[in-house]
């Protein structure tokens, strides 16, 4: 038994493979955007001479795809390495991760997952703003998605009307 009419499916298949590669758009602007984070946390520890570097920014870049909690979560580790070298080390770690946070959230987050979506920067923010106030961590979580499957059925839509 078919759920599609054969009239939609058509239609309905085009705009699902278009979903497709939204989604698999944005899984890989995520996955450039934690290559991102590693790559500047690994910097940041080398230069401020932390131990493990390397297994730190992984844990930092694979982390901060949780919204809310992750980068906390990468931070920890840092910090409490950190804190075993001296309390200076574990100051300077807490002030580099607080800047390369609110640089990843305000600027190069907007920027990536934006280009990889066909999203504006700004247009970016506000949705996570919104996904973030309404349904908290999954909101976070999903709204770029749903932002970007909403643009194509919307824009499949107007092609079809107009």
């Not at 078919?2 to 939609?8: A, Q, R, S, T, W």
């Not at 944005?26 to 493990?52: D, E, H, K, M």
């Not at 990468?74 to 300077?92: E, M, R």
């Not at 973030?132 to 932002?147: C, D, H, Q, R």
């Amino acid at each position: 038994m078919n759920i599609i009419p054969f009239k939609l499916r058509d239609i309905v298949f085009d705009v699902a493979r278009e979903i497709d590669e939204v989604i698999g758009n944005y899984i890989r602007g995520q996955l450039i955007l934690s290559f991102i984070i590693s790559l500047f946390t690994f910097i940041g520890l080398v230069l401020l001479r932390i131990r493990f570097p390397l297994f730190i920014a992984v844990i930092n870049g694979l982390t901060n795809i949780i919204p809310y909690f992750g980068p906390v979560l990468g931070f920890v580790p840092a910090f409490l390495i950190a804190l075993t070298q001296s309390i200076n080390k574990a100051v300077a770690v807490s002030i580099f991760f607080f800047v390369l946070q609110e640089i990843e959230s305000s600027i190069v987050a907007p920027k990536i997952l934006g280009d990889s979506l066909g999203i504006h920067p700004v247009y970016v923010i506000i949705i996570l703003l919104v996904g973030g106030k309404f349904f908290g961590g999954i909101g976070l979580l999903l709204a770029v998605p749903i932002a970007g499957i909403i643009k194509v059925t919307y824009n499949y839509l107007m092609k079809k009307i107009f």
